[in-house]
């Protein structure tokens, strides 16, 4: 369904609602409190609809970078998986290849923000991958580079828990939820 059609879609959806199932329930002084709850309804729905429109990209835009992430699947998922330690992901470009283990060291290509997308760190501003042992980074990290194979690209969602916990370090405060896109290169055995 293409958004405008969407958008329209709604828009009746809203008026119907309003309508039939609002308009006879409400008196004339709560009429409005109706009214913005069905308009924040239909906004929210049809934000839902544009983002699912838009490409998914490696993360925040960001000029100061002097290398650019790699291609991502065309039918790479938008819905992230949460495993049983609380880490989100999501696989943007699946390959075949070895996926490494906790000893293992990984060659990689990151870019990591915090939620209100300020980038605190990433390989593609320096111009330069980065290699080290998954043993030695935080546990997110860890369990998150062991579902993609080599040449994959994955979207982590780290919880303070598995981060820099409540104390934070550096530009990371206290209890923050870290984002990372990540490119695994190779696995260094």
């Known amino acids: ?15 119907f609602a309003l309508s039939c199932v609002i308009w006879p329930a409400v008196s004339d002084q709560s009429f409005g409190q109706a009214t913005q709850a069905v308009r924040g309804a239909a906004q929210s729905a049809k934000d839902q609809v544009d983002a699912n429109q838009k490409p998914l990209t490696a993360g925040p835009k960001d000029p100061k970078e002097k290398t650019k992430p790699g291609p991502i699947d065309a039918n790479a998922s938008r819905k992230f998986i949460k495993t049983k330690s609380g880490l989100e992901y999501r696989i943007l470009r699946k390959t075949d290849g070895a996926k490494p283990t906790r000893e293992d060291s990984v ?3 990151y870019k990591g923000w915090l939620d209100d997308k300020t980038i605190f760190d990433s390989s ?28 994959g690209m994955i979207e982590l969602r780290i ?10 370090t550096g530009p990371i405060p206290p ?15």
Do not use: C
Not at 2 to 13: D, N
Not at 159 to 168: D, F, H
């Open 1 to 15: 369904m293409s958004f405008l059609k969407t958008s329209r879609f709604l828009k009746l959806a809203a008026t």
């Open 107 to 109: 060659e990689v290509h």
């Open 124 to 151: 593609y501003r320096r111009g330069k991958s980065i290699s080290f042992p998954l043993n030695q980074v935080i546990a997110g990290w860890t369990e998150g580079m062991q579902l993609i194979g080599e040449k």
């Open 159 to 168: 919880p303070y828990k598995l981060a820099y916990g409540e104390r934070g």
């Open 175 to 189: 209890k923050a939820r870290l984002h990372f896109v990540v490119e695994l290169l190779s696995i260094d055995n």
